[in-house]
């Protein structure tokens, strides 16, 4: 296989960590980045060979300060794995603040909009590239009272499709991965609110969530890690344009 250069945002911790790993265990160069220092400066320190920045991929002049750093050793990016997605507020869309619609959009869709503006020419002039964008299973079932979440990544597919369509005569693919109930902090953070909420036990919550899931599973980052590196690779050469749920079949949220 083709050793490529490979852009993860949001590789802190669970899936953009798993495949920073994965990309750099089969001898891909690999660079990522994270909002959060401390998280970016574990994965750097367990993982020799692999380079980051500290960057906010919602904020254009941190975005631009990325890939100077990124390209100043890669050259050029072969492959970019938009991870990078915030819950957002949750609520009633009238008791919703407009600072938190935008700081939604901007961590979830205008990132993307500024790492692939980035990334694209090196592979136009290459005439080959893979871009994988992360939406979610609520997009199929449209959760209700997260509507900057799940407005942001309704833009993430479009976003998805429509560049899959302008780039595909360049080489260049564009598929999005949508996760189910990730088996990691964030999820648990979310069940554990919800249980909070409605005075049950977690574990009642989560056996309620995994009802709505057709395979009663949560997924691990790994997972998710693995089909992303399968998009990425040769065998995957005709794939574009695509919404591919990791998710055991997300039937209904609530
Ligand atoms: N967790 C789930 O159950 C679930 C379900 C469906 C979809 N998703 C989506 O899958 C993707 C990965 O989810 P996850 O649960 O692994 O995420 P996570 O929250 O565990 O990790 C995301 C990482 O991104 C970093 N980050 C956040 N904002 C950033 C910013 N503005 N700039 C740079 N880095 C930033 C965080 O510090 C963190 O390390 C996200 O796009 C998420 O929306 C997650």
Redesign the pocket.
């Known amino acids: 296989m083709t050793r490529q250069n490979v852009l993860v945002?949001?590789?802190?911790?669970?899936?953009?960590?798993s495949m920073a790993e994965k990309f750099l265990a089969r001898g891909d160069r690999v660079h990522v980045?994270?909002?959060?220092q401390r998280?970016l400066d574990g994965v750097l320190a367990a993982n020799p060979g692999l380079r980051g920045t500290v960057?906010?991929?919602?904020?254009e002049a941190?975005v631009a300060r990325l890939f100077d750093e990124a390209l100043g050793w890669l050259g050029h990016v072969d492959v970019l794995v938009?991870?990078?997605?915030?819950?957002g507020p949750r609520g009633p869309i009238e008791g919703l603040s407009f600072a938190d619609w935008r700081a939604t959009m901007?961590?979830?869709l205008d990132?993307m909009f500024l790492t692939i503006r980035q990334a694209v020419p090196g592979m136009k002039r290459n005439g080959r590239g893979a871009i994988v964008n992360?939406?979610?299973?609520?997009t199929k079932t449209v959760m209700p009272f997260r509507t900057p979440?799940n407005a942001s990544?309704a833009g993430v597919e479009g976003l998805t499709r429509t560049l899959a369509r302008e780039l595909g005569p360049h080489g260049i693919r564009v598929n999005a991965?949508?996760?189910?109930?990730?088996d990691?902090?964030?999820?648990t953070n979310?069940i554990t609110r919800i249980a909070e909420q409605s005075g049950r036990s977690v574990a009642e919550v989560e056996a309620e969530q995994l009802q709505f899931i057709s395979m009663r599973t949560?997924?691990q980052?790994a997972e998710?890690a693995d089909m992303v590196l399968f998009l990425c690779s040769d065998a995957a050469r005709h794939v574009s344009g695509q919404l591919i749920g990791v998710?055991g079949n997300i039937e209904w949220e609530s």
């Open positions: 945002t949001g590789a802190g911790q669970s899936v953009g960590r980045c994270d909002l959060d998280l960057c906010d991929v919602g904020d941190a938009n991870t990078v997605g915030i819950s901007a961590a979830n990132s992360f939406s979610t299973g609520s979440y990544k991965i949508l996760p189910g109930a990730i990691n902090q964030r999820f979310v949560k997924i980052p998710i998710d």
